[in-house]
């Protein structure tokens, strides 16, 4: 199934990634694009997997996001070694375990570049205290492979053997940062790829001074590389877990200038025109922040109306995104203003469609 996955033509499906890109926008006066490359195998941290029980035989299947039909997955060339190992051992460590065994029916991994593993298990049945005391003995045996916690899933109950997060280590230049990434919460998926973005971004914001303000930033994966070049940074956030991973990790890397406020860029909009008061805001003087500098990197569905508003008021934007199209939408109204200073393609889903991008645009 994994037929279109040739390594040896890489470099080629990332240069026709980057004709797709120029064609696309070259309606903008853009820059020639920086290329980032992904490794060509081994790059993707976290993969989930259905399990098909046949027999005394069980296995991990996937489905064809065209067909829909089920397929056989023994093992999986774009996700992690570490995640490869595991996906084997697991099923042979379970295989004879009833209480680990039965009803299970989907497997999720999170790995790190800095080499440790969350294995979430979900189940159609209730989870017993035999089931604890099994993937104790689980976790155990999986530890020869790495730093391993186990979680179990079934309908509102969470067991977590012993923690449900990993600390991610990721190296930036000369500087090494690190962040908890919790489970079933959203992380970028390609670490080697996420270094090189928040190195590209780190460089565009170079003695820029002054305050950075952050839409959407998730468990401050920006906002952390960048904080040294800024004299504060406040970053948004609307997920409660994103917002409780971003303050512990502005304590882990030791960061005094980040402050994190959890509401939607919508809402900090309507605070900044006065229009609305928060009681989250307490303690916050929002005119005292010199806004020169925003970093967005929202979902597929791009920046809103509202969202657009709010950064075409800063002289310096950089635009990360996850989806070209509603990137061109964005810019076809943020260009009317600003012009394009960086374009880069980052390429974090390798043999795909999907491409993220990287744009800085600066004030006219």
């Not at 996937?62 to 051992?89: C, H």
């Not at 401050?220 to 917002?243: M, P």
């Amino acid at each position: 199934m994994f037929s279109h996955i040739h390594p040896d033509n890489y470099a080629q499906q990332l240069s026709d990634k980057n004709q797709e890109m120029t064609a696309l926008f070259s309606c903008f006066d853009l820059p020639p694009a920086e290329i980032f490359p992904s490794k060509p195998l081994n790059y993707r941290l976290r993969a989930e997997f259905r399990v098909w029980h046949q027999g005394d035989d069980l296995y991990y299947i996937m489905f064809n996001s065209e067909t829909k039909e089920k397929y056989r997955v023994d093992d999986f060339p774009v996700a992690s070694k570490l995640i490869n190992q595991a996906m084997k051992a697991l099923l042979v460590s379970i295989k004879d375990i009833k209480e680990l065994r039965y009803k299970l029916f989907q497997v999720d991994f999170l790995s790190t570049l800095s080499g440790e593993l969350l294995i979430s298990m979900l189940y159609h049945k209730p989870l017993e205290f035999t089931w604890e005391d099994t993937a104790k003995s689980l976790k155990q045996k999986l530890s020869s492979i790495a730093p391993v916690d186990i979680i179990g899933r079934a309908k509102k109950q969470k067991i977590i053997i012993d923690k449900d997060y990993l600390m991610e280590s990721l190296k930036v230049g000369e500087s090494t940062f690190v962040y908890q990434q919790v489970e079933n919460s959203f992380t970028q998926p390609n670490g080697g790829v996420n270094e090189k973005m928040l190195l590209w971004a780190q460089e565009a914001t170079t003695n820029a001074g002054g305050d950075l303000i952050e839409l959407y930033c998730g468990n401050g994966n920006f906002s952390i590389a960048l904080a040294q070049n800024f004299d504060r940074v406040l970053g948004t956030e609307i997920s409660k877990t994103s917002v409780r991973s971003a303050q512990i990790n502005i304590k882990a890397n030791n960061i005094d200038n980040i402050n994190i406020v959890r509401m939607s860029s919508e809402e900090f909009s309507q605070a900044m025109n006065g229009e609305r008061k928060f009681r989250r805001l307490e303690g916050f003087d929002l005119t005292a922040y010199n806004y020169d500098t925003v970093l967005v990197d929202p979902p597929r569905a791009g920046l809103d109306k509202e969202s657009i508003e709010l950064v075409g008021r800063f002289n310096k934007i950089i635009y990360i995104s996850c989806n070209p199209k509603t990137l061109k939408e964005n810019l076809t109204d943020l260009t009317k203003t600003h012009v394009i200073e960086k374009f880069a393609l980052f390429d974090q889903f390798p043999y795909t469609e999907h491409i993220e991008t990287g744009i800085v645009l600066i004030c006219k």
